[in-house]
């Protein structure tokens, strides 16, 4: 079967990714020999394959790469390699420490019930949405992301932690339990009363005092500072909201996506192939790394948002294409180097001073999410 090729010569893109990820797969197996207690690779850190263990927040992407690559080419092989990576994540279904339950379990459990309907996978994804509203705090209406760094936050709530509300729609779905809704809207809405400024960028890190619920700081902390906007955070924010309204139908969410989306496009420091800088303020531009990542969270909300959005549907339609066939063609690893990850020039933590630059596994999964995303509309399109 063959998915698209946006004019990539000789091979099909499909091709291109399996051979890659085989490639992967051995290099994991050796990464693995060296350290037992990795289980999944996150991304290069000085030119070598940095893996990690299931309490990263990383460790299930690769697992979802697995399961979608299982869903493009319908080969058994996928499958099985997809459930020996899922099933160390089930490990963390239980930390009440984090925020990132949803990266971790619902990329690769989440993925895996939707392809195996194993109904294991479905009792391990309930605890962790059940571990995820442990977090939430009435007061502050929001759910807390990070425990750490404490000398400077108290409540943190940062903008990435929309992405983890697929799990609990998914979770009331599954239950009725109207706990996880209400947790996810209530988050939703104080994260777009409070996350975003008047041109509808979003700071990266709100604190709150959790005894009165009042916004305390707003804050960076792996962007380039305090007022400036981080390419990843405003991708989370699109696709987050996106979701909100695929899983609510309030239009207030589809509004939000829309205002964000505007505030990206029209942004004169978006670059024309539309991969952002890591930060659309980052000092050096046009000198400053791409962030492959964002451009991939954005593609697979663009997809989305075109089949949300009457009217504009064509035009999300065609910027998700653009991003993706400029991904495809210029921002591909060479075959059979950088460990086996797809895409290049992901910028993890600029400010941190890792990944700069690099492949980053999140940067694919949100790739082949898109991919498939597109498949699913040219179907509806002949
Ligand atoms: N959730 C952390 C990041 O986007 O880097």
Request: net charge positive; charged share 20%; hydrophobic share 35%.
């Amino acid at each position: 079967m063959c998915l698209v090729t946006f004019g990539i010569k000789g091979q099909s893109l499909n091709k291109k990714i399996t051979r890659q990820l085989k490639y992967s797969l051995s290099e994991v197996a050796k990464a693995k020999l060296r350290n037992p207690k990795v289980v999944s690779p996150r991304s290069m850190r000085d030119d070598t394959l940095f893996m990690v263990p299931s309490k990263d927040w990383t460790s299930g992407f690769y697992a979802g790469n697995l399961w979608y690559t299982y869903e493009l080419t319908n080969d058994e092989f996928w499958k099985q390699k997809a459930i020996e990576f899922t099933a160390p994540i089930e490990n963390e279904k239980n930390d009440k420490t984090t925020h990132d339950l949803g990266f971790k379990l619902y990329c690769s459990f989440g993925n895996g019930y939707r392809l195996s309907s194993n109904p294991a996978y479905r009792e391990i994804l309930l605890q962790s949405a059940r571990t995820l509203c442990t977090r939430y705090n009435p007061i502050v209406g929001s759910m807390r992301s990070w425990d750490h760094s404490t000398d400077k936050w108290a409540f943190p709530v940062i903008i990435d932690n929309m992405m983890n509300l697929d799990l609990l729609f998914w979770a009331f779905k599954q239950t009725q339990d109207s706990l996880f809704y209400n947790v996810a809207i209530n988050h939703a809405n104080t994260t777009m009363k409070n996350h975003f400024r008047e041109d509808y960028s979003s700071y990266h890190v709100i604190d709150y005092d959790a005894k009165t619920g009042k916004v305390t700081k707003k804050n960076t902390h792996q962007g380039y500072s305090h007022e400036s906007a981080w390419a990843r955070g405003q991708a989370w924010a699109l696709y987050g909201f996106s979701m909100c309204y695929r899983e609510t139908g309030n239009k207030v969410y589809l509004k939000q996506a829309e205002k964000i989306a505007e505030f990206l496009l029209n942004h004169p420091n978006l670059p024309k192939d539309l991969i952002p800088y890591w930060d659309f303020n980052a000092p050096n531009i046009p000198n400053a790394p791409r962030d492959v990542s964002a451009a991939t969270i954005m593609a697979s909300a663009f997809y989305e948002m075109s089949i949300q959005v009457s009217g504009k549907n064509i035009y999300y339609r065609e910027i998700a294409d653009r991003i993706i066939a400029n991904v495809s063609n210029n921002y591909m690893c060479k075959p059979k180097t950088n460990g086996g990850f797809l895409l290049n020039n992901s910028t993890g933590h600029l400010p941190g001073k890792h990944e700069i630059n690099v492949p980053i596994v999140y940067a694919d999964y949100y790739y082949l999410e898109a991919l498939l995303r597109k498949r699913i509309l040219d179907k509806i399109k002949n």
